[in-house]
Nanobody, 127 residues
């Protein structure tokens, strides 16, 4: 079994920054692609950012490119999402996810292609 636990969410003002963390435990592997997704009320879950198993490649949604940075520390089984210049439209529940394909050359943007999910952490940005 694999557990993913997110933390770091909160209520901030527009223009502020937050750093989310996701700690993986259980039968994890450092050869998995990891991703961050978000879901606002009444909307579908959407891709935010992804990082390959080694951390050498990343991918971002157009809406966060240049403001958010995804990274990972494989020694600590931890995934990060640094979010700068937050805007009210960034308000959502943020979820980390793991794609257990071994050393996948692709960073998937479709939620159903990820195998494990955390419970999420809420980010609320006030204007």
């Amino acid at each position: 079994q694999v557990q993913l636990v997110e933390s770091g969410g909160g209520l901030v003002q527009a223009g502020d920054s937050l750093k989310l963390s996701c700690v993986a435990s259980g039968r994890t592997s450092n050869t998995w692609t990891m991703g961050w997704f978000r879901q606002a009320p009444g909307k579908e879950r959407e891709f935010v950012a992804g990082v390959n198993w080694s951390g050498s490649r990343t991918a971002y949604a157009d809406s966060v490119q240049g403001r958010f940075t995804i990274s990972r520390d494989n020694a600590k089984n931890t995934l990060f999402l640094q979010m700068n210049s937050l805007q009210p439209e960034d308000t959502a529940g943020y979820y980390c996810a793991a794609d257990m394909t071994d050393k996948n050359p692709h960073i998937h943007r479709i939620p159903k292609l990820y195998d494990y999910w955390g419970q999420g952490t809420q980010v609320t940005v006030s204007s």
